[in-house]
């Protein structure tokens, strides 16, 4: 079975610092991950996908993450925060390996980040 | 092009009452999502459909809750006799075909209240 555990509820750094949202999931197989970012009142937006090629993956706004299979982690990052960040991230898994028509997603608690100015 | 729309936007209702939500998915994607985000619970998985069929129903919570699909697009969620734990936002998502290698596109969701 998938499960995604997001190790912190909350984050909170200055405008400018680095970012670290730290996931790890678990699956049968090899997995696809996502991240999503949730604006106040907004919809879900997809950041980055990783499905099975670079395990260092690029999203959109500067944000990446790293595949790390030994250690079960999809961590998010980014070099320097900007206010515009504050948002909801959700670390996810989906239910099938590559190729699989299966498309559920298993989201983890969600962290909320919060960025000083 | 357009997004995923839902609607409503925002439904208050009274318990016992029925209530139906609805999902107009991107133009062309065959897979549709049905979620809940709920404070208790995150989110959820409830349905998915690949055109007009549900091959997984296993998120529905209980069989006051169904869904359809009709001509491969809309696609209506319904629940029966509210109950006060069915507050949530209903997250509806839309992708070209069902898979874990596609991106998921979410709508902004339906919030219900149950009084």
């Known amino acids: 079975a998938q499960s995604v555990t997001q190790l912190d509820s909350h984050v909170s750094v200055s405008e400018g610092t680095p970012v670290l949202l730290r996931c790890n999931y678990s699956?049968?197989?090899?997995?696809?991950l996502f991240w999503y970012v949730q604006h106040p009142n907004k919809g879900l937006q997809l950041l980055l996908k990783?499905?099975?090629?670079?395990?260092l993956v690029k999203g959109i706004n500067g944000f990446e993450a790293e595949f790390k299979k030994s250690e079960t982690s999809f961590h998010l990052t980014k070099p320097s925060a900007h206010m515009s960040d504050a948002a909801e991230y959700f670390c996810?898994?989906?239910?099938?390996?590559?190729?699989?028509?299966?498309?559920?997603?298993?989201f983890g608690r969600g962290t909320q980040l919060t960025v000083w100015p | 092009g357009a997004g995923v729309s839902q609607s409503p936007s925002n439904k208050v209702t009274e318990k016992g009452k029925d209530v139906e939500l609805r999902c107009d998915p991107i133009?062309?994607?065959?897979?549709l999502y049905w979620y809940r985000q709920s404070l208790g619970q995150g989110l959820e998985f409830l349905i998915y459909?690949?055109?007009?069929?549900?091959?997984?129903k296993s998120g529905l919570p209980s069989d006051r809750f169904s869904a359809e699909r009709t001509g491969g697009s809309v696609s209506t969620l319904t629940i029966q006799r509210t109950q006060q734990e069915d507050s949530a936002v209903y997250l509806c998502?839309?992708?070209?075909?069902?898979?874990?290698?596609?991106?998921?596109?979410f709508g902004p969701g339906t919030r219900l209240t149950v009084t």
């Open positions: 998502a839309s992708s070209p075909r069902s898979g874990s290698s596609y991106e998921q596109y």
């Open positions: 699956s049968s197989y090899s997995p696809s």
């Open positions: 990783y499905t099975s090629a670079a395990t």
């Open positions: 996810v898994v989906s239910e099938g390996s590559k190729g699989s028509t299966l498309g559920r997603l298993y």
């Open positions: 133009s062309g994607h065959t897979a």
């Open positions: 459909f690949q055109g007009n069929s549900a091959p997984d």
